[in-house]
């Protein structure tokens, strides 16, 4: 078990359908992550959230689409997806992003295994 | 960025020494060097981090060479259940740096 949560851990979705994965933890930390890994590869880092607020958008696509209620959550929304976007998406927390927090350790959920049809 | 290098796998035996290289010759003054795994069917795991002594905790232990151009991660005696993929990251203080950027790490398999 960890302390990040992501749910669900699996989602078979269609190209037209709206669907959300979700994350949690309750860790107190302020810096959110979401990542995607296709198979054999390494993850690659898609946002970052700090304090609540989207810090970093690695040129991500606009049918994926990321929110932070507050600071123990956070969603990501999909949208129009391809197939190609079937993935393990990640999600991961660390204190923060602050200088004399920067280089704290991240705690990554198990995923959430995506399948787009 | 400063890249890593290292090999794409390893075997070890079981209950025997496992030393995983990680090559980083352009990392700068103010990068930390990071470990991470990945076990099948999980997320990554954090194991350790240092910057320019040796350090030690519970899962591992990482010794980083005097210039700091490459490091090694010491698992002191391998089971099973240490296979996994080991990620050797660098993280710096400014900018892309400072996020964790995974390379494709080294494959390491345990023999029984």
């Known amino acids: 078990d960890t302390e990040v949560t992501q749910t669900p851990k699996h989602l078979v979705m269609g190209m037209t359908n709206k669907k959300s994965l979700k994350c949690e933890q309750h860790?107190?930390?302020?810096?959110m992550y979401w990542y995607k890994q296709k198979a054999k590869k390494p993850p690659e880092l898609m946002f970052v959230y700090s304090y609540e607020k989207l810090s970093i958008n690695e040129s991500v696509p606009s049918r994926f689409s990321p929110e932070c209620p507050n600071s123990s959550l956070l969603n990501l929304h999909l949208h129009a997806l391809q197939p190609e976007d079937s993935a393990l998406y990640l999600c991961?927390?660390?204190?923060?992003?602050?200088?004399?927090?920067?280089?704290?350790?991240?705690?990554f959920g198990n995923g959430t295994r995506l399948t787009v049809t | 960025d400063a890249k890593t290098t290292q090999p794409n796998s390893m075997e070890s035996n079981e209950e025997e020494p496992v030393h995983l290289p990680c090559n980083h010759s352009t990392i700068s003054g103010t990068d930390y060097i990071h470990w991470y795994r990945q076990l099948p069917s999980q997320g990554p795991e954090y194991v350790i981090h240092?910057?320019?002594s040796n350090v030690n905790n519970r899962m591992a232990s990482l010794a980083i060479a005097e210039d700091r151009k490459s490091s090694t991660l010491i698992l002191h005696r391998a089971t099973l259940r240490d296979a996994a993929v080991y990620y050797c990251i660098l993280r710096g203080l400014t900018g892309s740096a400072r996020q964790l950027t995974f390379g494709s790490g080294t494959q390491l398999t345990v023999l029984p």
């Open positions: 991961a927390s660390s204190h923060g992003l602050r200088q004399s927090s920067y280089n704290s350790p991240l705690h």
């Open positions: 240092g910057l320019t």
């Open positions: 860790m107190g930390h302020r810096a």
